[in-house]
């Protein structure tokens, strides 16, 4: 077959110009233009985004600071006193000789008090509907959340047994003062209700400050995971996160021991192991390639 090859090139010129036409090139345009600003609109939501979670951490943290602080408080103006009395009168009358001491006196603390108020319910709902959380900072925000509510019927349970006292201190002896005071065995039996009172009030205190620490923690951990985020994308410097210590009231001894909740922080640390052990086998996973044999000639 011959081919006009004059007539072929002055066909492809006129499928170029038509091609670079202005149909073609405000087609084009129009194109880059829709992809540029569909580009800017992306970043531009990315970036509030983000930014809207950098606010939220710092809401949450102010929100669980000073539901820890309020508990710290709480700790050192009565709990502490509190089982420090306690400890102290059974201290003694376990030391306690009638035939030379004779007879046993102790001035009980019976001063009531209510639980701080604080929002750890709302601390929950907040977290969960505006910071992308999981993990141990979502366990540790449920389980502040459910010790700061046992801890508040603990307070109230106390404060009516001792409102009951108040009313049959004039019916009670001493004695049976004392033996419901420190759960002494009798001739009826062992009465403990006061001391294990006294006793879920300091482990539940304990507790919500411990993870309203731990969830603070891991808030201003996530907080800076996006202000690095922000920085590295959008190359500005988002809002300041609050950064909050508790050096002093460690120094003061008003921290619980991590050692009591090793049980609980290695379930998380667990976690952590698996899944980076997991991410490694992935990575290590052999994967071997065949050549495409050759199709017979």
């Excluded at 603990?154 to 001792?162: D, P, Q, S, Y």
């Excluded at 294990?196 to 205190?205: A, C, F, K, M, V």
Aim: proline share 4%.
């Amino acid at each position: 077959m011959n081919i006009d090859s004059d007539a072929l090139i002055s066909l492809l010129g006129k499928i170029m110009g038509f091609l670079n036409g202005g149909f073609f090139s405000a087609l084009f345009g129009a194109f880059a233009g829709a992809w540029g600003a569909h580009k800017i609109a992306q970043s531009a939501k990315s970036r509030e985004l983000i930014l809207d979670e950098i606010r939220s951490v710092n809401v949450a943290i102010t929100l669980v600071a000073d539901i820890c602080n309020a508990y710290i408080v709480l700790k050192k103006q009565m709990t502490i006193p509190m089982i420090g009395n306690y400890n102290e009168i059974k201290s003694r009358f376990e030391k306690h000789n009638p035939a030379i001491d004779g007879v046993f006196s102790f001035t009980a603390d019976y001063e009531t008090f209510k639980a701080p108020l604080t929002s750890t319910e709302q601390l929950k709902n907040f977290t969960i509907e505006n910071i992308t959380v999981n993990g141990r900072l979502l366990s540790a925000i449920f389980r502040l959340d459910s010790t700061s509510f046992h801890l508040k019927e603990m307070i109230e349970h106390r404060n009516k047994l001792i409102s009951d006292i108040y009313e049959m201190r004039e019916k009670i002896d001493p004695i049976k003062s004392l033996e419901f005071f420190l759960g002494i065995k009798n001739e009826l039996g062992t009465n403990k209700i006061y001391p294990d009172t006294l006793e879920s009030i300091e482990r539940y205190t304990d507790d919500v400050i411990f993870f309203s620490k731990i969830a603070c923690e891991d808030l201003i951990q996530h907080g800076t995971m996006l202000t690095n985020k922000y920085k590295k994308k959008h190359k500005t410097n988002p809002p300041k996160l609050n950064i909050l210590a508790f050096d002093k009231a460690e120094a003061m001894g008003l921290l619980p021991p991590i050692e009591n909740y090793q049980e609980w922080l290695q379930g998380f640390k667990d976690q952590k192991e698996l899944k980076q052990k997991s991410k490694k086998l992935v990575l290590r996973w052999p994967i071997t390639f065949t050549e495409k044999p050759e199709p017979n000639q």
